[in-house]
């Protein structure tokens, strides 16, 4: 059973569209919620983490959580060329030190 | 500040070598972890250190992989003997808070590519 669950993609989405990437978990114990972006060939990078129900914006990103729907995305607002990788959500459960990654989206923005 | 070193970036062995991959993390991060990453998966946890001692190791396969972290820096994975479903991506990743935090940023080195024939 998988306990991270991802669309692998890939999405493309159009330059300056919105790209939705989307993340199920099965841990209601869950507590803690991150994305990460990782480029072909080089490591992941740390965009956003979340813990509260509802929404957080940084930038052009906004995270999404939904606990009872067991439910977090990431929106990217104008998408750009650059914002082209696969991104990584990785969930927590309270109490454990062990972060469980989804396999990933591969997001293409095209121009 | 410079990132997470390590070293080999790429390694190729046969099926029952031996390998050890070197970890440095950023100076002054506490908390050390090893990821294996196979093609198309996202990173797995193997094993996790505050300084020098062992926070957890329950996803490390015993049998063939260790890993020490003798002074609270440096670190080495090592596998012996491989097998070909140890093909994979070794991230190293390290963050300043205790492991227990909620917010828990890792940074994450290069990785080494390993390839096992």
């Known amino acids: 059973q998988k306990e991270v669950e991802q669309n692998s993609g890939p999405l493309s989405v159009p330059e300056g569209a919105i790209a939705s990437l989307n993340c199920t978990y099965s841990?209601?114990?869950?507590?803690?919620f991150f994305w990460y972006r990782q480029y072909s060939g080089k490591s992941p990078e740390l965009i956003m983490f979340?813990?509260?129900?509802g929404d957080k914006e940084d930038g052009r990103f906004t995270a999404q959580l939904n606990k009872a729907s067991q439910y977090v995305s990431l929106l990217i607002r104008d998408s750009q060329p650059s914002d082209s990788a696969t991104y990584l959500c990785?969930?927590?459960?309270?109490?454990?030190?062990?972060?469980?990654f989804g396999r990933g989206t591969s997001l293409i923005v095209h121009p | 500040e410079a990132g997470v070193a390590q070293s080999p970036r790429y390694k190729i062995i046969e099926k029952r070598q031996s390998v050890a991959f070197w970890c440095n993390p950023i100076?002054?991060?506490?908390?050390l972890y090893w990821y294996q990453q196979i093609l198309g998966q996202g990173p797995k946890l193997l094993i996790q250190?505050?300084?020098?001692?062992?926070?957890?190791d329950s996803q490390l396969p015993k049998d063939r992989f260790s890993a020490e972290r003798l002074k609270g820096v440096d670190s080495t994975l090592k596998i012996q003997p491989a097998k070909l479903e140890d093909s994979a991506v070794y991230l190293c990743?390290?963050?300043?808070?205790?492991?227990?935090?909620?917010?828990?940023?890792?940074?994450f080195g290069p990785g080494t590519r390993l390839t096992v024939l």
């Open positions: 990743a390290s963050s300043n808070q205790y492991a227990g935090d909620l917010h828990n940023e890792q940074f």
């Open positions: 841990d209601r114990g869950s507590q803690s």
């Open positions: 979340i813990y509260s129900n």
């Open positions: 990785a969930v927590r459960r309270g109490g454990s030190y062990i972060p469980t």
């Open positions: 100076s002054g991060h506490a908390t």
């Open positions: 250190f505050q300084n020098n001692g062992v926070v957890d």
